[in-house]
């Protein structure tokens, strides 16, 4: 082994990592070469020199240093719900009232940005009323309805009629000419044959086909503004006959009975219809489906807002609200589909909307 | 001569102490694994001097070597998930500060090459001695004390060892860890760790006897 061999087996030498051959060869060497014996020397050295290195100490604070930056980094760690709810008696109690408060004015909004909701809720109904076997404001058009279903129920319905005049008219509204005739017809506080109990009056409505929760809302609804009872009052007292006319339209142009007396939702739907003028029409042609693209293609000319369609190989039906001026363009439009036979219309009305009933039925 | 195991008797008790601790860690990793960081301030404490020190023998530069150790701790807490508990925290610790103090050294040599060199910085001959040696402690050459000088030199010539020799040469003959620990830490085999440590002894010899003359 040459000097430069042996040196570099020294560091292994003086750990005691060679063989034992090894070691020979290198102590025999050593006994003879003072160049590496010297180089052995020196690395003893060098290696009391670093043994003897002296350790650096850790900065003040080096440890909160530290611990701050992974404190920090633990935070951002944390998921998004821990964020969202943390401190809890802080974040909660916020979270809760934001909450609250923007039920609180989506339900506000709800009331006050809805016109047609105003519009088809039921007239309120002082309880006393109720009692006495009123049923609520949707009660003329069942009764007038319910006098086609039985004889039995005919009493107590025609007993109603007799009773039109018992609705409640706030006092505000008495000048007009309107309230004129509504005040002939309906003396407020009349005495009124005895009382129904109030379970019987539910009866009634069930008998009826009136959902008993239009009941509730209508006593619900007595807490509206004084403006908005007088309004609902003027257009709900329809004079008697007027509304029977209404309703026996309705009837006659084939509407489901079914829907007529459904409960509260459809119930209200129907009410709107009365409000609203309805003209029912029936369009004889030889091709159903073409009539119906057509006449579709004629409402929308005419910008009549199509509301229910349904169709089958043999009939069609479309309802459409229609604006009262363009309700004769429309007739002459439909004339170019089919033959139009226009069974029912409403009174002349000056302005507004009107609800087209659209039969189209195959002309063999 | 013989040729006696001297090393590693370098662990002082204090090291021993550690040592013991290390084998306490396992609880506290546990909890650290939970998200609770007063564990984790438990562990800084238990093992911040050390890994500084690595850190600084590594590195070169106190400062340096302090945000290091940071980096290193703050690592070490957000990938406390991934400790398999395979081999001891401390060690797994340690490889995380020679990872970015090895990173920071490639940083600091790029670095170094882009900017145009100081005429305040350590000029080398060839032989390895600094020449302007003097102008580069002239800030407090004066207060140094003479074995601190010796320090500075002796680090000097640690940092001007090979990247890879120095990380050994500091884990095992000044931090004074097993063959075994270095292997885990470095993920190298045995054998390549105790060649790299023969030819890092031997370079830091001659480094050594070249800049001190007689080692003392």
Known sequence: ?364 | MTGGNTLPDNPCSEDSHSQIEADDDTDFVARCRRGDTEAFAVLVRRHQKKMLNVAFRVIGDYDEACDVTQEAFLSAYLAIGKFRGDAKFFTWLCSIVLNHARSHMTQKTARSRREAGSLDDPVKSKDGAFLNEALYHEGGIVERLEKRELEAKVQECIGSLDSEQKEVLVLRDIQGFSYEEISVMLKLPDGTVKSRLFRARNALKDVLCRVLGDLI
């Not at chain 1, 821990?82 to 974040?91: A, E, N, S, T, V």
Request: one cysteine or more; glycine letters at 4%; charged letters at 30%.
């Open chain 1, 1 to 364: 082994m040459t000097c430069n061999e042996i040196e570099k087996l020294l560091p292994a030498y003086g750990e005691d990592l060679l063989s034992h051959e090894e070691r020979v060869i290198i102590t025999r060497h050593l006994a003879l070469c003072p160049r590496c014996t010297q180089a052995l020397v020196d690395l003893k050295k060098a290696e009391k020199i670093l043994k003897n290195l002296e350790e650096v100490e850790a900065p003040p604070f080096f440890e909160q240093r530290i611990m701050s930056r992974v404190r920090e980094e633990a935070k951002q760690k944390q998921g998004f719900l821990w964020k969202f709810f943390y401190p809890l008696h802080i974040k909660v109690p916020i979270q809760v009232l934001a909450t609250l408060l923007i039920a609180v004015l989506a339900f506000h909004v709800y009331r006050q940005g809805e016109p047609e909701t105003k519009q088809i809720a039921p007239f309120p109904l002082p309880l006393t009323e109720l009692g006495r076997g009123q049923v609520t404001a949707t009660s003329p058009r069942t009764s007038a309805l319910s006098s086609d279903v039985s004889p039995i129920r005919q009493a107590p319905a025609s007993n109603h009629h007799d009773n039109d005049q018992g609705f409640f008219v706030p006092p505000s509204k008495k000048g007009g000419k309107e309230e004129g005739r509504v005040d002939s017809q309906v003396p407020i506080r009349e005495e009124h044959p005895p009382a129904m109990k109030t379970s019987d009056t539910f009866m009634a409505v069930r008998e009826k086909g009136v959902s008993p929760v239009s009941t509730e809302t209508s006593s619900k609804a007595k807490d509206r503004s004084e403006k908005q009872h007088t309004d609902k009052a003027r257009e709900t007292f329809l004079p008697a006959m007027e509304r029977k006319e209404i309703m026996a339209d309705t009837v006659a142009v084939g509407e489901s009975p079914k829907t007529m007396s459904a409960p509260s939702p459809s119930g209200m739907t129907a009410v709107a219809d009365i409000k609203r003028s309805v003209y029912d029409l029936t369009i004889q042609v030889i091709d159903m489906d073409v009539a119906i693209r057509e006449v579709e293609a004629r409402l929308g000319q005419v910008k009549a807002r199509i509301i229910e369609k349904k169709d089958d190989k043999e009939r069609g039906f479309l309802r459409a609200e229609i604006a009262v001026p363009n309700v004769a363009t429309l007739l002459d439009l439909l004339r170019a589909v089919g033959k139009v036979t226009l069974e029912a219309s409403p009174p002349a009305i000056p302005d507004g909307n009107v609800t087209a009933n659209i039969k189209i039925v195959h002309y063999p």
